[in-house]
């Protein structure tokens, strides 16, 4: 079918899923006005709303047939806008007003988690043939959260872990893409999930502290990382 055999319900159908791949960027921007005011948890329970309406746009969009129904519009220019603004301008906000890392280290730090994540953006092959991410994809909310929220790490140690993931934007090792990487699909399906929860439970607790809710985030972190470590060898 052409774009003009489509009947009016189908095309608005198709502008709805549009309309709410959209809605990521008022989330996005209601955690910038979070951690403007200091509320680095209000700020990273919108960015994992912003998160949930990019896993579930793609469904959607697959459903409704937006690529067919609208040929003049492009479902993956308006992801790209938001996702760069979720997994990378807030995030980096979110670490510099942390105050994770001192003086003027703290946002030379946040320049470099901007300058690496836009250079990968411009990376071709960001995900491989077999549904693999090629290097440290551009996480850093993930980062952001395991910082601010998990670990409590010195000064050094947070530029340590942020500089060797820059550097890992950039090298050729296999990261399980959760919802479409075929190996080992049932385990990571199901840490993911239980990461998922886990992460949401102890930022709902925040500030007290819940020793095994740390540990579940954690062994599911530590899980992808020896994934990886197999996947790329």
């Known amino acids: 079918m052409t774009a003009e055999q489509f009947t009016k319900g189908q095309k608005a159908a198709a502008w709805g899923v549009h309309l709410f791949t959209a809605t990521g960027i008022l989330t996005i921007f209601m955690a910038i006005l979070a951690v403007a005011d200091n509320d680095l948890r209000a700020a990273m329970f919108w ?30 220019n308006i992801d790209f806008v ?75 140690w947070n530029i340590l872990v942020i500089i060797a993931l820059s550097i890992l934007h950039f090298v050729p090792i296999k990261i399980a ?15 993911t999930v239980i990461g998922i929860a886990g992460g949401i439970a102890l930022l709902y607790y925040h500030p007290q502290p819940i020793a095994w809710l740390r540990w579940i985030v954690m062994a599911v972190l530590g899980y992808f990382t020896v994934f990886a470590v197999k996947a790329s060898l």
């Open 47 to 76: 960015l994992l709303a912003a998160q949930v309406i990019d896993g579930v746009d793609g469904t959607l969009a697959r459903r409704f047939r937006v690529t067919e129904v609208l040929p003049n519009m492009k479902g993956k």
């Open 177 to 191: 893409y959760p919802s479409r990487t075929k190996e080992w699909r049932i385990p990571t399906l199901t840490a």
């Open 82 to 156: 938001i996702d760069f603004a979720g997994y990378a301008i807030v995030p980096a906000y979110m670490i510099y007003t942390a105050e994770l890392i001192t003086g003027q280290w703290n946002l030379g730090i946040a320049f470099l988690i901007l300058l690496t994540s836009a250079i990968y953006y411009g990376k071709e092959g960001m995900v491989s043939d077999d549904n693999y991410f090629v290097g440290f994809p551009v996480m850093w909310n993930l980062v952001a959260y395991c910082l601010i929220f998990v670990y409590d790490l010195t000064h050094w």
